[in-house]
T-cell receptor, first 115, second 117 residues
Framework: AQSVAQPEDQVNVAEGNPLTVKCTYS??????LFWYVQYPNRGLQFLLK??????LVKGSYGFEAEFNKSQTSFHLKKPSALVSDSALYFC?????????????FGRGTSLIVHP | GAGVSQSPSNKVTEKGKDVELRCDPI?????LYWYRQSLGQGLEFLIY????????KSGLPSDRFSAERTGGSVSTLTIQRTQQEDSAVYLC???????????????FGPGTRLTVT
């Protein structure tokens, strides 16, 4: 079975400060990990993914995420937040084992960047 | 280029009526997913289509829900005898692939907001 947790419903950060949105996962094998962003009244947009290799993954809009196998985490980060980054962020996991092509999504974290 | 489109964008229906939601995936995408998004509940997987294979219906919450995909392209999600708890945003996503060893991201449509009164 695969599952993902986003422990924070909301994250508040001041513009210009670094931001972190947390994600932890559980899989029986090794994971494929994804981050998506959802702006109001829009569908989800892909930000980045981890498949294999370098633990630090860089994605769209200056976001990056670090895969940590020992902590089963894949936290999303950005060095300097923008007000326009305010949105709902979803982490997703897919277990390599079992052959499923269906990712499991977290409940989402609302990021609010204050001017 | 054209993304995933869904129609209608909003649907208000009376309890007990049937509704059909449509999804047009990105051309060439062989995989198609339906999800349901309720406030504070994240994305709930409903059904997955891959090419000509039998769909994975493991997420459908009841036999009132069904979906089909014609010609490997357009998909329709049908909810029969709607209930108030069916009110949610229904999202469709498509992606390339489904072959082993390749991992593709999903492209989502804007969703259909369903309200059952």
């Amino acid at each position: 079975a695969q599952s993902v947790a986003q422990p924070e419903d909301q994250v508040n950060v001041a513009e210009g400060n670094p931001l972190t949105v947390k994600c932890t996962y559980s899989v029986s094998g090794n994971p494929y990990l994804f981050w998506y962003v959802q702006y109001p009244n829009r569908g989800l947009q892909f930000l980045l993914k981890y498949i294999t290799g370098d633990n630090l993954v860089k994605g769209s809009y200056g976001f990056e995420a670090e895969f940590n196998k020992s902590q089963t985490s894949f936290h999303l980060k950005k060095p300097s937040a923008l007000v326009s980054d305010s949105a709902l962020y979803f982490c997703a996991v897919r277990d390599r084992a079992g052959g499923s092509y269906i990712p499991t999504f977290g409940r989402g974290t609302s990021l609010i960047v204050h001017p | 280029g054209a993304g995933v489109s869904q129609s209608p964008s909003n649907k208000v229906t009376e309890k007990g009526k049937d509704v059909e939601l449509r999804c047009d995936p990105i051309s060439g995408h062989t995989a198609l997913y339906w999800y349901r998004q309720s406030l504070g509940q994240g994305l709930e997987f409903l059904i997955y289509f891959q090419g000509n294979s039998a769909p994975d219906k493991s997420g459908l919450p009841s036999d009132r829900f069904s979906a089909e995909r014609t010609g490997g392209s357009v998909s329709t999600l049908t909810i029969q005898r709607t209930q108030q708890e069916d009110s949610a945003v229904y999202l469709c996503a498509s992606s390339l692939g489904g072959t082993s060893g390749t991992v593709y991201e999903q492209y989502f449509g804007p969703g259909t907001r369903l309200t059952v009164t």
